[in-house]
């Protein structure tokens, strides 16, 4: 990492005392600056809730100080201010569970846009939608989704009558802090009340469910919905190569030291003969997919190769029309061919995202509306 | 600065030609409709959501799990004026989006209708706010020089930084309406004065 310009330390210095601490990790005022302010408002909201008296300078200087400590140490803010606001919801975070990411936020709400309108132009009937969150974590994808496709606000009402999500997780602190988001988000109106109904946290080892024969794969998840169709298998799992996660690599320390492993790097026990570490998820949740004959497969990945790596691996297993989104958003369909974009993979932007279409009527819905886009 | 705090015997000496700072206070803790016709401000601009690019910025290079980033900025780029608006005033992208996309509307509004608009009829309305209030607190603070010299330096220090900080809003419709509502608490039992000195 380059050294910090004395001049930035300085100019710091004579805008906050705080200011240079939290530059060690922030790098730029800007960001620290950002950062002082959000710490600061959390230290005085319950003072606001109280009544309206002298502020107390003492303790209140004091939590602020050691915020800023922690954080200079590398600690994320969102462990430290113990949220993280995801669309409209606001998601609880603890050490032992990722924090969600801006960008897997970005592609969950285009994913939501996505399967209203397919729900609605491919198959007018439909009131039923199925999803499932494999490796859900703090539950966010889960729960944002809901949000999306049932507001809490009654006049936008969304037309799913059965709208069914299952967030799985082999963590139990994340299966806890999942549960915790729900009640926290239904108390704060920023989902609808069915949502508890709606959504269920469960345990479940990914890796070794793909393992087993189909019809236990088609038990699982069909378990108390035969009836429905699998609409959307989402999910963000560990993707990160032992190579990226090294020392050196492009894995930050901040998140080196202070989130779960388990929730980035696959574990090195290769089940699947011929997959990199880095995507053995990925040949979990297409085989998953598959067996379970998921309409619509939508994967979070690191970086362009993986994605790549994903599609093709999904090409030689199935039929099926597969998309690359990037981080803004934009479609690089199958054959390479960019969508929306004047650019393919050649600018600067990652891929974030392989989407892989099984329907037939939804890729036909699909293809027409990427024309429709265009 | 007690006679000033109680409002509510002057009430009757309002007369039913001018209440309109009356009805002012009034609406502001209810709804928009009740406001007196010429002192209605324009709707909220919006725009359509395909005129505009988005970007969160700090976009490029690794991302997702590898790093966390905490930077929520959001950039809106005018397709049509290339007008760019930047808001990263919350954790929140979301919220910062809406922030942002209210800014170029407001921009882009201004442009288009000019006084017309609804940012500068807020404006206009704030600062026409805040001379009636500055010759209000001359006028008060001569009065109660007159009566009493020595309160008078510190006491006029005080206003005037009210003032100041009041005159600073617009942007957030909450904060506009706490603000405005602070106001007329002192600017309320004034009036009537004033009337009786014209």
Not at chain 1, 160 to 169: A, E, M, N, P
Not at chain 2, 134 to 144: I, N, P, T, V
Not at chain 2, 155 to 182: F, I, M, T, W, Y
Request: net charge positive; aromatic share 6%.
């Amino acid at each position: 990492m380059p050294r910090l310009p004395p001049v930035l330390i300085s100019q710091a210095a004579r805008l906050d005392r705080h200011l240079p601490l939290l530059l060690r990790e922030c790098r730029d005022l800007n960001s620290a600056r950002n950062e002082l302010r959000w710490m600061q408002e959390a230290v005085d909201e319950p003072q606001r809730e109280g009544s309206i008296g002298t502020r107390s300078a003492g303790p209140h200087d004091h939590a602020l100080a050691s915020f800023v400590k922690r954080r200079a140490r590398g600690e994320p803010i969102q462990y430290i201010l113990g949220t993280q606001p995801f669309g409209e919801l606001d998601i609880k975070c603890r050490p032992g569970v990722l924090i969600p990411r801006p960008e897997t936020e970005v592609y969950t709400t285009e994913l939501a846009r996505i399967i209203q309108k397919v729900q609605v132009e491919a198959e007018a009937t439909s009131k039923h939608c199925y999803i499932v969150d494999f490796c859900t974590g703090t539950g966010c994808i889960a729960l944002l989704l809901h949000s999306l496709l049932k507001p809490p606000t009654p006049q936008q009402h969304g037309k799913f009558r059965q709208l069914r999500i299952r967030g799985f997780d082999i963590s139990q602190h994340a299966l806890r802090l999942s549960a915790e988001n729900t009640h926290h988000n239904l108390e704060l109106r920023a989902l609808h009340k069915d949502a508890v109904q709606d959504i269920c946290f469960e345990h479940l080892d990914l890796l070794a469910l793909a393992q087993q024969p189909k019809e236990k794969i088609i038990t699982t998840l069909y378990h108390k919905y035969e009836a429905q169709p699998l609409d959307l298998i989402v999910s963000n799992p560990p993707y990160i190569s032992p190579q990226q996660y090294k020392p050196g690599g492009s894995t930050t320390k901040s998140v080196r030291k202070f989130e779960p492993k388990l929730a980035l790097v696959p574990p090195d026990s290769l089940l699947f003969d011929g997959v990199d570490q880095a995507d053995q998820f990925y040949a979990a949740l297409i085989r998953i997919a598959v067996a379970s004959r998921a309409r619509l497969l939508v994967v979070e990945v690191g970086d362009t190769e993986q994605a790549l790596r994903v599609r093709d691996m999904c090409r030689a297993h199935q039929e099926a029309w597969i998309e690359i989104w990037k981080d803004d958003n934009t479609v690089v369909s199958d054959t390479g061919v960019p969508f929306d974009s004047r650019q393919g993979f050649e600018d600067r932007i990652d891929a974030r995202v392989v989407a892989m279409w099984f329907d037939p009527e939804w890729i036909k819905w699909r293809k027409q509306s990427l024309v429709r886009r265009n | 600065m007690r006679t000033l705090l109680s409002p509510l015997p002057n009430l009757g000496n309002i007369s039913p030609g001018v209440p309109g700072r009356l009805r002012l206070l009034r609406t502001l803790s209810t709804s928009i409709p009740n406001l007196k016709k010429n002192d209605q401000l324009p709707p909220r601009p919006n725009i359509p959501d395909d005129s505009f690019t988005k970007r969160f910025l700090k976009g490029s290079g690794p991302g997702g799990q590898k790093i966390n980033k905490t930077s929520s900025a959001v950039q809106l780029t005018h397709l049509q004026t290339g007008i760019v608006v930047k808001s990263q005033a919350t954790r929140s992208r979301t919220q910062n989006e809406h922030i942002a996309r209210r800014i170029l509307a407001e921009k882009l509004e201004l442009i288009e209708k000019g006084t017309e608009s609804r940012v500068a009829k807020k404006q206009e309305r704030a600062s026409r706010k805040k001379r009636s209030a500055e010759k209000k607190s001359r006028r008060k603070y001569r009065k109660l020089a007159d009566e009493n010299p020595g309160v008078r330096a510190g006491e006029e220090g005080r206003q005037d930084e009210d003032l100041e900080e009041e005159s600073e809003e617009d942007k957030d419709e909450e904060e506009l309406g706490a603000s405005e509502v602070v106001k007329m608490r002192i600017q309320l039992p004034l009036k009537p004065t004033d009337q009786v000195e014209r």
